[in-house]
Structure formats: C-alpha cells, structure tokens
C-alpha cells in the first residue's frame, strides 16, 4: 500500500530556532500534501495545502512566514517551522493523496512531536 | 464550509461487545466521501472505512460497519466484538471533491479486558 515517511518522529529545537520536517511518498507520486496539527487530546487541524510546483494554500489564522512550506517534488514535501517558540510545541502530521485523492483515499505519516524549550 | 460533529467524546466497551460511534456532519453538497479513521497511541492515522455518498450501501470492512443517513447527515460507526486493539481515538472526517479532510472532534474509545 501507499506509503509516507515523515522524519524526524521527535525534535527537540531551542526558542528561537528553526525546524524542519519532512515527509516523503515512498511508493506514489504526491499531487496534494496536507499539513496538520493535532494538540493533545484534540483533533487534526490543517495548516496548509500544498500542490507539487506552487505556492502553498494556508488556512486562516496560520501564519505563512512561520510555517513554510516547500512541495518542490511529487516525491517531497517539507514544513519549516521558523523562529520557533514554546507555543508552537505540538504533534504534526502530513497527509499525502494523489490527484483525485478521494478515490485513492489519503495516507498519512507517522507524525513529528516538536517540542520547543 | 463543512463541520464535522462527533458528540460522544469518550465510550468504553467491553471486550467482544458491540460499540457504536456517532457522527454529524453538515455540508451543502451531494459529491463527498466520507472516512472513520483510527489513531492508536502510536499516532499512526489509520483509515478504518470509507463511504461515497452516491452509495446507498453501507460500508463494510470485518468488523466494522458504518450507518450512513445521508438525509439525516449522519454516518456512525458500529465495530462488533470488540478487541483490545480497538483502543484508540476514532474520527470521522468528511472531504468534498476539493479533496480536503475535515476532521471531528474524536471519540477516546476504550475496549476493556
């Protein structure tokens, strides 16, 4: 089956610091990353959407210059969390479908647990 | 925009019981799929069934069946004989031919020994 690895699983960075995160299709091209975020005990919220070779699409309240994302690949897709402080400690997790992604369904990485002292 | 409501925040069930899960979901359109995904301690976001809404059928997969109520826009989740490994947090989650996920609130569910 469809495939995604996201690294890393857990990071811890120092305020001030960027991260990145990465999430790979292993076995599928990737039209459409989704990007969320899940606090505990709560559910996902996306972030953004991102299409192979544009811009990505931010949700309303997320902040682009932040959070940045790059979907340079069908194979590749990365979030850059910038200048990054304690409030943006949180699980996220990416979401990859091919085009027409209901009818393929989505496929969702393992999450990265970032933790910002 | 669609919303996703999931009332139930957390059930529990005996092992080998049958357990239903309910969800509501709002949305003006006719073309959508709807999903129940599990997320076990692990994280891991698991699809555990899916329906498209031009479907009378309910789905079906082992263990696990839905009751879609597309009038009333509803779409539970009923697992029989339950396991341990049920344990987890379910949601339900709506996407549109847009193809974005809107997720509800969760259901902790808990299968007890």
């Known amino acids: 089956g469809a495939v995604v690895s996201q690294h890393p699983s857990r990071v811890i960075c120092k305020s001030g610091t960027s991260v990145k995160i990465e999430c790979r299709s292993l076995?599928?091209?990737?039209?459409?990353m989704f990007w969320y975020r899940q606090f505990p005990k709560q559910s996902l919220m996306l972030m953004a959407t991102?299409?192979?070779?544009?811009?990505?699409?931010?949700e309303q309240g997320v902040e682009k210059d932040k959070f940045l994302i790059n979907h340079a690949s069908l194979t590749l897709s990365t979030l850059t969390v910038t200048s990054a402080h304690p409030e943006d400690s949180s699980f996220y997790i990416c979401?990859?479908?091919?085009?027409?992604?209901?009818?393929?369904?989505?496929?969702f990485g393992s999450g990265t647990r970032l933790t910002v002292v | 925009a669609q919303t996703v409501t999931q009332s139930q925040p957390e059930m529990s069930v005996q092992e080998a019981e049958t357990v239903t899960l309910s969800c509501t979901y709002d949305?003006?359109?006719?073309?959508?799929?709807l999903f129940w995904y599990k997320q076990p301690p692990s994280r891991q976001m698991i699809l555990v069934i899916r329906?498209?809404?031009?479907?009378?059928q309910n789905a079906t997969e082992n263990r696990f069946s839905v009751n879609f109520q597309k009038a009333a826009k509803s779409f539970s989740l009923k697992i029989s004989d339950s396991q341990l490994g049920d344990t987890a947090m379910y949601f339900c989650?709506?996407?549109?031919?847009?193809?974005?996920?809107?997720f509800g609130g969760g259901t902790r569910l808990m299968v007890k020994p």
């Open positions: 989650a709506f996407a549109n031919a847009g193809n974005m996920l809107t």
């Open positions: 979401s990859a479908s091919k085009q027409g992604a209901v009818n393929y369904g989505y496929t």
């Open positions: 991102s299409n192979e070779g544009s811009k990505a699409t931010y």
């Open positions: 076995d599928f091209q990737a039209t459409t």
């Open positions: 949305t003006s359109e006719n073309n959508y799929y």
């Open positions: 329906q498209e809404a031009y479907k009378q």
